[in-house]
């Protein structure tokens, strides 16, 4: 909250809880982890495979105890192509890939990780943006955008996530951070961006200009992950609003007609 | 006793031969054509003229340009005529400022009738307005063709006056005004010029060399257009015109049109040679630019005729050969220059627009009916004018003289 | 004088035609609009800044009335608000985020008001153009203005252009009855009241910023914002120029333009010049910040910036 104080004239962010979109969040989480039907392209379970691979976060080992021998960059998915099933708490079986896979067996060592995001979410009392992001870009919750792009392959959850703690941040000297604090862990990576929206440059701010002309308002400012999906964060492609139309050279436009024009769409108001 | 010549005056205006009456008549329909177009534009606003936000200005404006270098080269002979005392010219000055005085109403109403508010007029009047002058060129137009119109009332009006009283003018009546008229002559199309010339966004007209080139084509088509003048009253009438006068305006025209052309080689030059992204304008008059050339055939017509009359004018035989062969070349350079003085000028000012779109403008019908009714305005003040100073030169209009209706009181 | 007058008698020989004049003499005289009743209020009202503290309160009320009336409503509010010491609004926008959506042309003219047009004809004014340049290139010539598709287009970068609120103005200057000039807080406005029509500032403008009013702005009752500013989005006249104000109803209350708050990716930044700790000084301190069009020496207080 420091760090908020730097910013001149904002006042922090403090959406109201939003209790409804716990029911959101459960399938958000599914997405995110690659639990929904894998999409066309890239899914989180490459993407997971090859941060494991490249990380070593995960049990390999457990299995791959010959892990040495093999020089050559694999395809995890190509080694594994027999469908794996998974019961989850609520006993639905799902067939999944292996990066799936192995995503969930870090959630099982922690057993109460399924609520625990909701819950955290309702504690904290905010919102990551990933509403706003969702209702600005007009996706809905199927939609397959929640696939982790960030880091270009470089990074996984737990770079971000608290290993232990779900409700927390993890920096990367391990001091942990709540979810209000995320842009600090952004800007871990990204410091000229955080330097700049400390002064207000980068990001968006709403509302007064000039606060002390109206102290009852507040200013605005979002946080990164209010406009940024932090798993996915380049800015998404959206259709503009219809250009300009040039206005028509009006040859031979008839003066009267364009009048009866004008009080058919009533455009005038009372007269 | 002024007020007895006022009304004789109208009524002379009113009289003449068949031909006459009915160039009046045709132009007062045409007049009243326009009129009616008119009431339609302001009823319904500029949007049923053919302009856009993209070209803003378009027929009307072109027209004013075009006819202020009419109006300065009302006074091309009063330099021979009063500098140097050239009797034979002197007579045909009256004329030329007669023309100077229709082509300062056209100006003036080209200006009226483009305007958006013109209840607001007096907006521009002080003290109840507020006059920005002297820093925007707009109102320097405004106080310089006022001026010049009040200069060339002045001049020929008393000269008339006197003459029909028969009574010898004081020269110190007139004569400073003559001298001031000069100088106002080559400032009102200066002022036009810079009008343009001042418009740093606009790098077609943001050149030194506009108001050269004004100067140099409204020398060119105003002497011109007086010349047909006189060649009509010298037809139609006993108006007293030598020969000389007509030699010494063809002179004129002969060279302000090859300065004109050498001008605009040098523009030309400059724009192409360079090609530096101010060339888009001229690109788009002269070639056509991304698939728009609406105006590359009149500009191309305007060079063409103007080369052809500049040669037909060099050549001495031509000035003998019959009235038509006389009077052919000077019509094609006034043509010419309407054109490149005109829409020439204004159109590619305007296109690209300063963020780089292309828009072609096309004039509306009721915008063609307005400038063709200011024009008939103008050519009637011009026709009403010149027929009452011939009734006064030949001596038909004389205070002493019993009109012929003899209805008049004294 | 008398001799101008003498002309036009003289024109109007034929007793036929004579008539015609006149019908349309009378037919011209019912200005500006067939929708539009002569006012005389309205006609001899003063410039702006002519304007005491309680004529202007009179002619605020007398707007109020004649908006709520023309749109049918009855909360209209035309506010005159002054500008505050020490201010002077700039504008930066950031070249490297903005994606060229349009969302800052739609929000624009529904804050201020402007004639929505018909958009088959396209003469809805939009204060805002948004040029889709090619990277590598400032040149506005090689600019799409007409781009439909998904936006940020391969290969593109977007530039939305609207009043610069010059310094030293070339549209202030060409005004041949100070119909527009800069406030003190450096806003460049017009007096609709005041405008006569004639467009030469717009042919001056190096932004091509200010629109004119070609036909009687038509607005729908219920698109209206009745929160307006008399120097801002009160509802124009047929015939008169207008332009972007930076919102001067929304600024001079302490508020942002509304382009600014609308922007998805936070492009737009809004702020006081002579404030050290403004944003718009934290950007000139740190971006490479340009102006569009410098050569023209218009001295403007909108900047564009790269990341």
Known sequence: ?271 | MYLTFVFRSIRGMLRGGPAYRSWVFLLACIAGFGALAYSRQAQHGLGITGMTDEVSWGLYIANFTFLVGIAAAGVMMVIPGYLYHHKEIKGAVLLGEIVAIGALIMCLLFVVVDLGRPDRMWHMIPPFGRFHFPVSMLSWDVVVLNGYLLLNLHVPGYLLYKKYRGEKPASWLYLPFVYISIIWAVSIHTVTAFLYTGLAGKPFWNAAILAPRFIASAFCAGPAFIILVLEIVKRRTAFPLGDRVIGFLRMVVLIAGLINIFLLISEVFTEFYAHSAHVASAQYLFFGLHGHNQLVPFIWTSITLNVTALLALMSRQLEHRGTLLRVIPLVMLIVAIWIEKGMGLVIPGFTPTPLGEILEYHPTANEIAVTAGVWAIGLLVMTVLIKHAVDIETGVLRQNKAPAGGLVRP | MSRKARFKEGSCGRRGFLKLLTVTAVGAMALPSESEAFDLDAFIQRHFKELDKEALAKTLRRLEEKYDHDYGRDDFKVRADGPQPGVHYAYALNLSKCIGCRRCVQACVEENNQHRGDPERGDRIDYIRVLEMEKGSLNVEKSEHFYDHEVPAEGKYYMPVQCHHCNDAPCVKACPVEATWQEPDGIVVVDYNWCIGCRYCAAACPYWARKFNWVKPRIPSEEINPDTHYLGNRPRYQGVMEKCTFCINRVRRGLNPACHDICPTGSRKFGNLLDENSVIRQIIATKRVFILKEEVGTDPSFYYFFD
Request: glycine share 10%; proline share 6%; hydrophobic share 35%.
């Open chain 1, 1 to 271: 909250m420091e760090h908020l104080g730097n910013a001149r004239r904002l006042s922090p962010i403090l959406h109201g809880t939003k209790p409804a979109a716990s029911g959101l969040w459960i399938p958000l989480i599914l997405m995110t982890l690659g639990m929904a039907a894998p999409a066309a392209g890239l899914t989180t379970s490459d993407r997971l495979a090859v941060i494991s691979d490249q990380l070593g976060y995960y049990p390999c080992m457990d299995c791959h105890g010959d892990q040495a021998t093999y020089t050559q960059p694999r395809i995890l998915e190509e080694e594994h192509v027999e469908p794996l099933l998974y019961t989850d708490t609520e006993g639905v079986v799902h067939q999944v890939t292996f990066g799936e896979r192995l995503a969930i067996s870090q959630l099982i060592a922690e057993p109460k990780a399924w609520d625990l995001r909701s819950e955290m979410l309702a504690k904290v009392g905010l919102s990551i943006g990933i509403r706003e992001y969702m209702e600005f870009n007009g996706l809905s919750e199927e939609d397959s955008v929640w696939v982790l792009t960030h880091g270009g392959g470089n990074i996984w959850c737990l770079n971000c996530h608290d290993i232990e703690d779900r409700n927390k941040l993890v920096k990367l000297n391990g001091e942990k951070l709540t979810f209000n604090q995320s842009q600090l862990l952004c800007g871990e990576c990204h410091g000229p961006a955080l330097h700049d929206w400390e002064l207000g440059i980068h990001g968006k701010t709403t509302g007064y200009w000039n606060l002390a002309m109206d102290s009852g308002d507040v200013s605005i400012r979002k946080l990164c992950v209010e406009c940024h999906n932090p798993h996915a964060p380049a800015f998404a492609s959206m259709q503009a609003l219809p250009p300009p139309v040039s206005r028509i050279p009006r040859r031979g436009v008839d003066a009267p007609e364009t009048a009866a024009e004008d009080r058919e769409n009533g455009g005038h108001g009372h007269e």
